[in-house]
């Protein structure tokens, strides 16, 4: 019987001791170990940013709280984004900015919160379109103009180049909108810019590249062009000198007396030239140089050549007249006004068969007395004149006879010939 009761006993004092251990704990639950290893990018050009976590503990029965703060200097604001049961999640920030991100593990009771390091998050700004083009430079400085593309734009970079060179920068980390270069060697220059958020990994691509910007030097004055030349026909030959810098054309003016100034030959990259069939005058020439455009050519024309003579020989006329008698040593010639424009004439005389000798040179009339003829028979040419001996007709031809008879007793003693 004793021995019945201490086995019954036993039994009890076993049952009584497994409802003890079943009893769930007393007291606030343990938080469970922190998550570790927290690591998100150090720097995005996308709003989505992937957070990842290690953790040690019993996964199965574990969530996880993550959250996404945006620093801004000291300043820190929350936001819960989801709770994860995996060791990665991914979230979509409002924009450009810096990020840290907290992981808490709950099992239960929740950990503190372990924190990544900054991500820096700059979206690229669109690729911007291409730089204004056309200016035109005479010194090597010229304004770019671009306008700001869509997005987050802290400043630009700029690049030229020249022809089918290669590109080089003007200027980075620019904040403007417009950049005056400077500096530019003659040619056609081209640029293109890109716009950045910040950073230089956050930048777009360049844009496509401008049209011409030209630059051309404005050559120097030419010197006067030639002058004195003597022109029958209305063709007068001019010439000058290639003036310092680059030329690849001249313009040739040409003034009447003291007429205006007129084109006579353009775009001519020769430094001489006849224009076009001048009329009769007195004509001066003055040049200028260009390089290649019209607003790059010299600062102004060259000085006035001096008088070049344009003057068309008259006609020849007809014979003198013939027939005249005279007893005194006297008769009178008279001759027409050839075609042209004569001004003077000159008139010789010849007795006989003998030679040819001058009576009046330089002589603006078309008739004309002469005296102290000799006892013979007279003949006349007659030659017309534009201004200039060299602008002379030929003489005409020789008159009929013109007959000095003296009467018995008035026979000159010394007859001129």
Request: proline share 5%; aromatic share 12%; net charge positive.
């Given at each position: 019987m004793k021995q019945a009761w201490s086995a019954l006993t036993f039994l009890m004092a076993a049952a009584f001791s497994q409802v003890i251990y079943a009893l769930p704990p007393v007291g606030d639950p343990v938080p469970p170990s922190p998550a570790s290893n927290v690591s998100v990018p150090s720097t995005s050009t996308s709003k989505t940013v992937t957070v990842t976590w290690s953790y040690t503990g019993l996964v199965d029965l574990t969530t996880?709280?993550?959250?996404?703060?945006?620093v801004s200097g000291t300043s820190w604001s929350a936001t819960n984004f989801e709770n994860a049961p995996d060791l990665s999640s991914t979230f979509t920030v409002s924009g450009s900015g810096d990020y840290k991100f907290g992981v808490k593990v709950c099992e239960g009771a929740c950990s503190d919160y372990t924190y990544s390091n900054t991500i820096k998050v700059r979206v690229k700004p669109s690729r911007?379109?291409?730089?204004?083009?056309?200016?035109?430079?005479?010194n090597g400085s010229m304004t770019?103009?671009?306008?700001?593309?869509?997005?987050?734009?802290?400043?630009?970079?700029?690049?030229?180049?020249?022809?089918?060179?290669s590109w080089t920068n003007v200027v980075t980390n620019y904040s403007g909108t417009s950049k005056t270069v400077s500096g530019l060697g003659e040619g056609n220059w081209k640029f293109r810019v890109r716009a950045c958020n910040e950073y230089s990994w956050a930048?777009?691509?360049y844009s496509p590249a401008s049209g011409n910007n030209y630059v051309r030097f404005k050559p120097g004055t030419p010197s006067a062009p030639s002058s004195g030349v003597k022109s029958t026909n209305g063709s007068v030959p001019v010439s000058w000198s290639k003036p310092s810098g680059t030329v690849t054309y001249y313009n040739l003016q040409k003034q009447l007396g003291s007429g205006s100034w007129s084109n006579a030959i353009m775009g001519t990259s020769a430094t001489s030239g006849t224009p076009p069939t001048l009329s009769d005058g007195n004509w001066y020439f003055r040049v200028r140089a260009c390089n290649e455009f019209s607003?790059?050519?010299?600062?102004?024309?060259?000085?006035?050549?001096?008088?070049?003579?344009?003057?068309?020989k008259p006609s020849r006329p007809d014979a003198p007249s013939s027939g005249a008698h005279s007893t005194n040593?006297?008769?009178?010639?008279?001759?027409?006004?050839?075609g042209g424009t004569p001004t003077y004439y000159d008139l010789k005389k010849?007795?006989?068969?003998?030679?040819?000798?001058?009576?009046?040179?330089?002589?603006?009339?078309t008739s004309k007395s002469v005296s102290g003829l000799g006892q013979g028979d007279w003949t006349y040419i007659v030659r017309a004149c534009n201004e200039f001996s060299w602008a002379c007709a030929s003489y005409s031809t020789a008159s009929g006879i013109n007959y000095v008879r003296f009467r018995q007793g008035l026979q000159m003693r010394h007859p001129r010939v």
């Open positions: 996880y709280t993550v959250t996404g703060q945006s911007p379109a291409a730089p204004s083009s056309g200016a035109h430079s005479t770019i103009t671009w306008a700001k593309p869509a997005g987050d734009v802290a400043y630009y970079d700029v690049q030229k180049r020249l022809g089918g060179g930048c777009s691509s607003w790059a050519c010299s600062s102004s024309y060259s000085v006035a050549s001096g008088i070049n003579y344009v003057r068309r040593g006297s008769m009178t010639i008279t001759w027409s006004k050839p010849r007795l006989g068969s003998g030679s040819w000798t001058s009576v009046v040179s330089n002589y603006s009339g």
